[in-house]
Nanobody, 122 residues
């Protein structure tokens, strides 16, 4: 059974940092893990992804501020977020793409976590 469990969300002031973690179990040979977010009134959007080779990809809004990384010993994929802005407020999800090519589309991801809330406000 594939499980993805996010942790690390919370409230932070603008300019602050948060580190989200996604614990992955049940599918050791996945192709990619992605982070998405769902902001109020908007579609779920891609934030960042890392594939098995270590190649990473970021949305323009995340580039220069967010870093995705993988710890194979812990079976986790982390998203380090810095210089947070109020518009980063969202529920953040990690998702597993079982196979294929690196994708920024939610429909290409096969398994999802339950999400973790990130709130950025003064």
């Amino acid at each position: 059974q594939v499980q993805l469990v996010e942790s690390g969300g919370g409230s932070v002031q603008p300019g602050g940092s948060l580190r989200l973690s996604c614990a992955v179990s049940g599918f050791p040979d996945y192709y990619a893990i992605g982070w998405f977010r769902h902001r109020p009134g908007r579609e779920r959007e891609f934030v960042a992804a890392i594939i098995r080779s270590g190649e990473t990809h970021y949305a323009p809004s995340a580039k220069e501020r967010f870093t995705i990384s993988r710890d194979d010993a812990k079976d986790t994929v982390d998203l380090q977020m810095s210089s947070l802005k109020p518009e980063d407020t969202a529920v953040y999800y990690c998702a597993c793409q079982a196979w294929g090519r690196l994708s920024t589309l939610a429909r290409d991801y096969d398994y999802w976590g339950q999400g973790t809330q990130v709130t950025v406000s003064p």
